[in-house]
């Protein structure tokens, strides 16, 4: 069956430093993967979709890559502020049957100041 | 202002009643979810619409309802059936013609006592 996964359920960075977070998913062949940014008790918040020929999307201070090879998407958050403490989460999108997504269970970020 | 709105953004009710959560958009947009979220857990998807008079279950219908009379509008009824109906429910929409990319709602959360 799919499965997506993302590292350690919570992060912890110091302010300033580089976030990285990973999303890996099996049984899939994604055409796109997208990032959403949730804080607690509000719905989730598109950031970033990237396309599978793309190797890298940068938006601001978010930089996404994805390797269809190895199954994985890292998301970097660079000179990482308080404000970006928040959970993100990864959706892949098949190219069929991709009327639905189906979600990382999210990881928990925390820029310590 | 368009968006997503849920209401309420809390919701009591005693075990055995059905209730109904409502969404409501006005992005015009043809799709529309519903999902549920528990402590440290993902979203799991419920039901979904691509068009009006149209839905399908997701991959926990079980105890839930739904219909789809108006493009704007697609409430969600958990019904008595439902063994675990206190949680996190987000309502979202996406353009099909789009990038994929899903509007959230801000939630309502339910607690069943």
């Known amino acids: 069956s799919q499965k997506i996964e993302q590292n350690s359920e919570a992060l912890n960075i110091q302010e300033g430093k580089t976030a990285t977070l990973t999303c890996n998913y099996t049984n899939y062949s994604p055409a796109y993967l997208q990032w959403y940014r949730q804080d607690p008790g509000r719905g989730p918040v598109f950031l970033l979709l990237?396309?599978?020929?793309?190797k890298e999307k940068r938006k601001e201070r978010l930089k996404v890559t994805f390797d269809t090879t190895l199954k994985q998407s890292l998301f970097h958050i660079t000179a990482s502020q308080p404000a970006d403490s928040a959970t993100y989460l990864c959706a892949p999108i098949s190219n069929f049957g991709n009327e639905k997504l189906t979600f990382g269970t999210g990881t928990r970020l925390t820029i310590i100041p | 202002d368009g968006g997503i709105t849920q209401s309420p953004k809390y919701l009591f009710r005693k075990e055995g009643q059905n209730v109904t959560l409502s969404c409501e958009q006005n992005?015009?947009?043809?799709?529309m979810y519903w999902y549920r979220q528990d402590p440290g857990q993902g979203l799991r998807l419920i039901y979904y619409?691509?068009?009006?008079?149209?839905?399908q279950k997701g991959d926990i219908a079980e105890g839930y309802s739904v219909s789809r009379e108006k493009k704007e509008s697609f409430p969600l009824t958990v019904t008595s059936a439902q063994k675990n109906p206190t949680a996190f429910y987000l309502c979202?929409?996406?353009?099909?013609?789009?990038?994929?990319?899903?509007?959230f709602g801000p939630g309502t959360r339910l607690t069943v006592t």
């Open positions: 979202a929409s996406r353009d099909r013609q789009g990038t994929y990319e899903q509007y």
């Open positions: 990237i396309r599978e020929n793309e």
């Open positions: 619409s691509q068009i009006v008079n149209d839905f």
């Open positions: 992005l015009n947009h043809d799709a």
